[in-house]
T-cell receptor, first 114, second 112 residues
Framework: EAGVTQFPSHSVIEKGQTVTLRCDPI?????LYWYRRVMGKEIKFLLH????????ESGMPNNRFLAERTGGTYSTLKVQPAELEDSGVYFC????????????FGPGTRLLVL | ELKVEQNPLFLSMQEGKNYTIYCNYS?????LYWYRQDPGKSLESLFV?????AVKQEGRLMASLDTKARLSTLHITAAVHDLSATYFC????????????FGTGTRLKVLA
């Protein structure tokens, strides 16, 4: 069974540009989470989807970030326009069912905004 | 607000030695997760500790949970180079979205 995949693995962009990150969860996992780790700090929650619905987007930094999960399969996270402080590693995780349990993480997208 | 503190942040140890990573959290939670991350790779689930007093072991790693003290430990026995990685602990709440609150991570380097 394929794990969680993320694309791209790395992205280097200039301040003011737009970047779109993609996450493909494990097939059949209704729950999809986005997290971010800024250099040297803890991994922080951004938002949570159940199927195509946003359940919690309390961790989204500001309105420059837009997440979608059309059709309840893969998800995209767009940053527009990117700022220097958006640099970090963006992780996606998925989980089956509607109860507590282990989340399965992708390898992350390393974003560097210059 | 639920906070998770992990220490040490960095750990350099000789092969064959023992050491413990600590994970403290600020409010009640009865479940704790440990993950390992190799550079450029996914976070790999190591342990899920489900209740007070839970202890799990896998190879040279042993994790325990004390919910009264709000403390989990990850003990490394006779470290080997292959254990070099970053280790994260995380907690969740038994409600809402079950999102994780992570510790800062412990970067472990085992020296040959």
């Amino acid at each position: 069974e394929a794990g969680v995949t993320q694309f791209p693995s790395h992205s280097v962009i200039e301040k003011g540009q737009t970047v779109t990150l993609r996450c493909d969860p494990i097939s059949g996992h209704d729950n999809l989470y986005w997290y971010r780790r800024v250099m040297g700090k803890e991994i922080k929650f951004l938002l949570h989807f159940v199927k195509e619905s946003k359940q919690d987007e309390s961790g989204m930094p500001n309105n420059r970030f837009l997440a979608e999960r059309t059709g309840g399969t893969y998800s995209t996270l767009k940053v527009q326009p990117a700022e220097l402080e958006d640099s970090g590693v963006y992780f996606c995780a998925s989980k089956a069912g509607g109860v507590r349990g282990t989340q399965y993480f992708g390898p992350g997208t390393r974003l560097l905004v210059l | 607000e639920l906070k998770v503190e992990q220490n040490p942040l960095f750990l350099s140890m000789q092969e064959g030695k023992n050491y413990t990573i600590y994970c403290n959290y600020s409010t009640t939670s009865d479940r704790l997760y440990w993950y390992r991350q190799d550079p450029g790779k996914s976070l790999e689930s190591l342990f899920v500790l489900l209740s007070n007093g839970a202890v799990k072991q896998e190879g040279r790693l042993m994790a325990s949970l004390d919910t009264k003290a709000r403390l989990s430990t990850l003990h490394i026995t006779a470290a080997v180079h292959d254990l070099s990685a970053t280790y994260f602990c995380a907690v969740d709440r038994d409600s809402g979205t079950y999102k994780y609150i992570f510790g800062t991570g412990t970067r472990l380097k085992v020296l040959a």
